[in-house]
Structures are given as structure tokens and as C-alpha cells.
Antibody
């Protein structure tokens, strides 16, 4: 069974930092691209970052570019999101989501349970 | 950015009836469309990808259709566990989601 378990969320002041982790199990972690998706209260999900299976290619949404860094450790089946210079509009539940490849693009076929991040003074 | 507009925002349906949810893209996305179900306090769950292909374990009462920029999710004979929020997502150009349709008990 595919499992994704996020951790590292919490409360932080504006301008602060957090590092999220996502542990994968039940599948060949190094064969899948991975993503971070967030969901603010009462809103739809928002994709924020992608990393290829090898880690050589990364993408970011404009809303987090320059502040967030995605990375992975395939030896430890782990995905990370370093979040710096956090702002109030970064408050959300953060999910990791597994990419499933189809016709030169990917959709998200498995999601973790999410970890909440609150940015407030 | 490709914008997805879902309608209606809320759909009130009686158990056993069917529900039809719409998703319109701001430009053509070919068949690169997925649907997710989200229950309160839970992560989104993939229901359908490539417009009409059901994900593993998804019951046949969930069906998707459409092409280009107009798509539909149909849930036939709604069960109690189907009352939730449904999101469409395009993966044609980056990844964006609609704002959701809440299916509630009438």
C-alpha cells in the first residue's frame, strides 16, 4: 500500500522558516516524481513545487519561487520542502503528492494526510 | 495560467439520485484532466484521470467525460459516502485546480 506521511508543520512568525518532510513507503520512491501541494482554509488545492524522480529537475509556483526549496533523498525515501521568509498567505495544510506519468505529463495519484502550517505574529 | 471554473459551487442531492458536476478550462487542455474527492479533514483522493479513467478502487458509479475545455463528472446513485467536495485539476500546463463543488445531502 502506498503511504505518504508528512511532518514538520507548525506555527511560525512572519519571516520565519520551516522544513517539511514527507516519508514514502509501499512503492519505488525513486521512480516517481513528487510534488508539494497546499490548501489554505476554505480554498481549493494549490500546486507549489515539483521534483523529478532523480531530483535533477525542480519547478516552483510563482507564489513561492525564491523562498521555498524542494529536495529529496531517494536513499531514505524522503521528500523535503524548505520554507523561508514565510508570510501570512502561506498559512495552509501542506500535502506531498506522488506523480504518476502519462503522455508526457503527470497527475497526482496518491497524497499524504497533510501537515498544517500557520504563519502569524 | 490555466483557470478551471467549476459549477455549481454547491449541489444538493438526495441519496440514490445522480449528480452532474461541471469543470470548464480557460483554454484547451486536451485530455489532461483529473477529478479528486475530498472529505472534511482528509486529503484529496484521486477519482479519475485522463478525463474518464477511474483510479484504482473507484466504483463504477463515478464517470467522467468531456474534451478540450468542457468536462463533466457524473456520480450515479449517490451513496452516503459520496457527499464531499470535488475538485477538477488540469495537468496540461503546470497544475491547477478548480475551486470545488460541494455535494451535500438534500
Amino acid at each position: 500500500e502506498v503511504q505518504l506521511v508528512e511532518s514538520g508543520g507548525g506555527s511560525v512568525k512572519p519571516g520565519g522558516s520551516l522544513r517539511l518532510s514527507c516519508a514514502g513507503s509501499g512503492f519505488n520512491f525513486d521512480l516517481h516524481s513528487m510534488n508539494w501541494v497546499r490548501q489554505a482554509p476554505g480554498r481549493g488545492p494549490e500546486w507549489i513545487s515539483y521534483i523529478s524522480s532523480s531530483g535533477s529537475t525542480v519547478f516552483y509556483a510563482d507564489s513561492v519561487k525564491g523562498r521555498f526549496t524542494i529536495s529529496r533523498d531517494n536513499a531514505k525515501n524522503s521528500l523535503f520542502l524548505q520554507m523561508n521568509d514565510l508570510r501570512g498567505d502561506d498559512t495552509a495544510v501542506y500535502y506531498c503528492a506522488r506523480g504518476s506519468y502519462t503522455s508526457s505529463t503527470t497527475y497526482f495519484d496518491s497524497w499524504g494526510q497533510g501537515t498544517p502550517v500557520t504563519v502569524s505574529s | 495560467e490555466i483557470v478551471l471554473t467549476q459549477s455549481p459551487a454547491t449541489l444538493s442531492v438526495s441519496p440514490g439520485e445522480s449528480a452532474t458536476l461541471s469543470c470548464r478550462a480557460s483554454q484547451s487542455i486536451s485530455t489532461n484532466l483529473a477529478w479528486y474527492q475530498q472529505k472534511t479533514g482528509q486529503a484529496p483522493r484521486l477519482l479519475i484521470y485522463r478525463v474518464s479513467t477511474r483510479a484504482n478502487g473507484i466504483p463504477a458509479r463515478f464517470s467522467g467525460s468531456g474534451s478540450g475545455s468542457e468536462f463533466t463528472l457524473t456520480i450515479s446513485s449517490l451513496q452516503s459516502e459520496d457527499f464531499a467536495v470535488y475538485y477538477c485539476q488540469q495537468y496540461h500546463n503546470w497544475w491547477t485546480f478548480g475551486q470545488g463543488t460541494k455535494v451535500e445531502i438534500k
